[in-house]
C-alpha cells in the first residue's frame, strides 16, 4: 500500500466516523448549526433587520424571518457586489461569486464565504471517503489519477472579487495534497474551445493511470464515447515515439477504436452531480462495467447532500445547511406549510429551502426533491421547480425556449403556430426534438440551426453540453395538428400550453422527424 494510500485511509476512518453521527442525529446538529449561523451573523445588516440576536428556537427562526428567493434577494445582491466586506449578508467577506447555468433564464453570480466554501470541501470529500472505505481495494483510486470535468475557477471578477464556476474553485481551493490527485487542471478547466478542451482531456487521460472520472454524467460519456470512437488514431499520432505508445497501441484496434478497459484498467469510481443520474444508469453499467457510480448534490449556493450509501439515493448532511421543506402541492401558495427535517415524510415531493455560512436564510433554491429514507434522510429524483428539463445538466427552462423559439422564427421567417420542446432519452445521447406545427413550409435544417444559437447565448450550460457531446443534434418533427388544442380537448378550457417537456407523446402528434 503506497504512503498516500496509508495516509488517506486513516482520514477517511476518521471522517466515517464524523459522518455517521451527523446522519445519526440530524435533528441535533441541524439545530446546532443554525445557532451558529444566527449567533455568526447578527451584527451584519440581514441580522439585524430579523432580530437575529432573539432567536433562540427553530420556531422563533420561522417566526422572525420571511421565506425568500432569488428576486426578492437581488437587491441586497446588489449592495454586497458593491460592498464584498460591508457586512450585509455574512460577517465574513465574499471571497468569490459563482456563476449559475441560469435555470430562471439568466445566470447568476453567488456570493462564497470562506465558511461557505469549507462546507463545500467537506461534502464533496464525504462521497469521495465512503466510498473509498466501502471496501479495501477501493482506496487504490489513489494510486492513479482521479479526472475532473471542469469549468474555470475564474474567467472574471466583480469589484475585485473573482467570478468563476464551481467545480474551478473547489479544485483551486482544495488541500494541496488531494490536488495532487486529480487531473487535468485549471489550464484545461479555462481552455474555451471545446474540441480543443476534449483533446486536451483524451491526452490527459492517455497517459496516466485513469481510477476515477467525475463531473455530470452525461459529459463523461460524451467523453468516453468521443475516446473510444474518435481519439484512438489521433492519440497514437501525438504519442508516438513516447513510453505511452506501446500502451495505447495494446488498447487500439485495427479500427482505430480504443478498448477503454484495456486503456484504464484500474478504473472504479464514476463520480456524477449536476442531473438525476438514473436515466443513464445502464448505459454507464454497459460501457464501464467495472465502475461504482457515487453521486453528489449541489448548488451554487450549497452543497446539499452526498451519496454515502451504495443503495442509490444522496444523504443529505445537516451539518452543512439547515434545512426546511414546503410540500409539493403548496409550493405555488402564497403562505405554505413549511416543514423541518424532521416532518418530512418517506416518498413525498418537497421544494426545498435553505439557510448557511453563504448569508441564505430560509432560501427557496429552487430544487424539488423526493424523500426515499428517513433514516438517514436520503433524497431522489432531484429536479428544478416548474418546467426545466436537464438531460446533460443544462437546466433548460420555459424562458429559455420561448426566447429561442421566438428568435429562430424571426431569423428564418417561419410562422409558427404552435409548438412544444421535448427532451428525449432513447439512447447514449440524449437530444430535443422540436415538435412544431408551422403555416407553410419550413427549412428544418435553418430554423434548429437558429434555435440552438439563441438557445446557447441564452444558456451557457446548453452551449457547453452540445460542444462537448452531452447532448445530441436538437431535431425538428413537424406536427399534424396542434398540441395545445389536444391539451385543451384532453383537460380543459383555461390549459396552458407547453413549451418544455420530456412527454413523448407529444411526439406522436408529429411525422416522422
Not at 342 to 349: A, E, I, L, P, T
Request: with cysteine.
Amino acid at each position: 500500500m503506497s504512503i498516500m494510500r496509508r495516509i488517506v485511509s486513516v482520514v477517511a476512518k476518521r471522517k466515517a466516523r464524523e459522518t455517521d453521527y451527523v446522519l445519526g442525529h440530524p435533528v441535533e446538529v441541524t439545530e446546532n448549526l443554525l445557532s451558529t449561523i444566527l449567533k455568526r451573523n447578527q451584527d451584519t445588516v440581514i441580522g439585524r433587520k430579523y432580530r437575529f440576536e432573539t432567536i433562540s428556537s427553530p420556531e422563533k427562526f420561522t417566526e422572525n424571518v420571511p421565506l425568500t428567493d432569488y428576486q426578492q434577494m437581488r437587491p441586497v445582491l446588489e449592495e454586497v457586489y458593491k460592498n464584498p466586506t460591508g457586512k450585509i449578508m455574512t460577517a465574513e467577506p465574499v471571497i468569490w461569486y459563482l456563476r449559475t447555468s441560469g435555470s430562471s433564464g439568466k445566470p447568476k453570480d453567488m456570493p462564497i464565504t470562506p465558511s461557505g466554501l469549507k462546507t463545500a470541501q467537506v461534502g464533496g470529500a464525504r462521497m469521495w471517503m465512503a466510498f473509498m472505505n466501502h471496501h479495501p481495494d477501493n482506496t487504490k483510486i489513489l494510486d492513479g489519477r482521479m479526472i475532473m470535468l471542469g469549468a474555470p475557477a475564474i474567467f472574471g471578477d466583480i469589484n475585485g472579487v473573482p467570478l468563476g464556476y464551481g467545480s474551478g474553485l473547489y479544485l483551486h481551493k482544495a488541500n494541496k495534497f488531494f490536488a495532487r490527485l486529480i487531473s487535468p487542471g485549471q489550464d484545461v478547466f479555462g481552455i474555451q474551445d471545446m474540441e480543443e478542451k476534449m483533446r486536451a482531456y483524451a491526452l490527459c487521460c492517455a497517459t496516466c493511470d485513469v481510477t476515477a472520472l467525475q463531473g455530470i454524467a452525461t459529459l463523461i460519456l460524451a467523453f468516453v464515447r468521443r475516446m473510444e470512437e474518435q481519439y484512438g488514431p489521433w492519440l497514437l499520432e501525438q504519442l508516438k515515439g513516447t513510453k505511452h505508445e506501446k500502451r495505447l497501441r495494446r488498447a487500439i484496434d485495427s479500427e482505430g477504436k480504443l478498448d477503454l478497459a484495456e486503456l484504464w484498467p484500474n478504473l472504479r469510481l464514476f463520480g456524477s452531480g449536476g442531473i438525476d443520474i438514473e436515466p443513464y444508469r445502464e448505459w454507464i453499467a454497459k460501457i464501464l462495467p467495472q465502475v461504482t457510480v457515487r453521486e453528489g448534490y449541489a448548488s451554487s449556493e450549497a452543497y446539499m447532500a452526498s451519496q454515502i450509501l451504495p443503495e442509490p439515493g444522496i444523504q443529505l448532511m445537516p451539518d452543512l445547511n439547515y434545512f426546511e421543506f414546503i410540500p409539493e402541492a403548496e409550493i405555488d401558495d402564497e403562505e405554505p406549510t413549511v416543514i423541518p427535517l424532521s416532518d418530512v415524510k418517506k416518498g413525498n415531493r418537497y421544494e426545498m429551502l435553505l439557510t448557511n455560512a453563504n448569508g441564505w436564510y430560509r432560501y427557496r433554491v429552487g430544487d424539488m426533491v423526493t424523500f426515499s429514507n428517513l433514516n438517514p434522510y436520503t433524497v431522489r429524483h432531484i429536479s428544478r421547480k416548474g418546467s426545466v428539463v436537464s438531460l446533460a445538466g443544462e437546466k433548460l427552462c420555459d424562458a429559455h425556449v420561448i426566447d429561442a423559439m421566438a428568435k429562430a422564427c424571426l431569423a428564418t421567417g417561419a410562422h409558427l403556430m404552435d409548438y412544444s420542446v421535448v427532451g428525449v432519452i432513447d439512447g447514449p445521447i440524449p437530444h430535443y426534438t422540436i415538435a412544431g406545427m408551422f403555416r407553410g413550409d419550413v427549412d428544418s435544417v435553418d430554423f434548429v440551426k437558429a434555435f440552438e444559437d439563441a438557445l446557447g447565448k441564452a444558456n451557457w450550460e446548453f452551449l457547453n453540453s452540445r460542444a462537448m457531446g452531452g447532448l445530441g443534434p436538437t431535431t425538428l418533427a413537424k406536427a399534424r395538428m396542434s398540441l395545445h388544442e389536444e391539451l385543451v380537448k384532453a383537460t380543459h378550457l383555461q390549459a396552458k400550453p407547453v413549451p418544455l417537456t420530456t412527454d413523448r407523446s407529444v411526439l406522436a402528434l408529429c411525422e416522422a422527424t
